[in-house]
């Protein structure tokens, strides 16, 4: 099967610890590990603890004020059109009726 790449850049630092932690990887499973295998391993386990990683990397997420409330709530308009919550999935998730899953 051939597969298309993507190329994702990152600062030196981080290409460090990418291969600081593929030798650990490669190490611990008597295997060698491809940065592909690795990365895709990393996302998996932080879409798995997707709360905890976001809370820890980016903070925890706080409530709007209310004042910041009122701003978002002042920039929503009705447009005059009428939409069913099929169509609202449709254009969100490509199909409808389907919804992601978390």
């Known amino acids: 099967m051939f597969r298309l790449g993507t ?10 610890k990418i291969e ?17 295998q690795l990365l895709g391993a990393v996302l998996d386990d932080a879409l798995s603890h997707r709360e905890s990683f976001l809370a ?3 903070g925890e997420r706080k ?11 002042s920039l929503v308009s009705d447009w ?14 490509g199909r409808p009726g389907h919804r992601r899953r978390n």
């Open 20 to 36: 600081r932690l593929r030798a650990m990887a490669t190490l611990a499973s008597g295997q060698k590990v491809s940065q592909e």
């Open 63 to 73: 409530p709007l004020s209310g004042k910041e409330f009122e701003k978002l709530l």
């Open 80 to 93: 005059g059109v009428e939409t069913s919550s099929r169509e609202i999935d449709e254009i969100l998730y």
């Open 7 to 16: 190329t994702v850049r990152v600062r030196a630092e981080d290409k460090e």
């Open 56 to 58: 820890e990397t980016f």
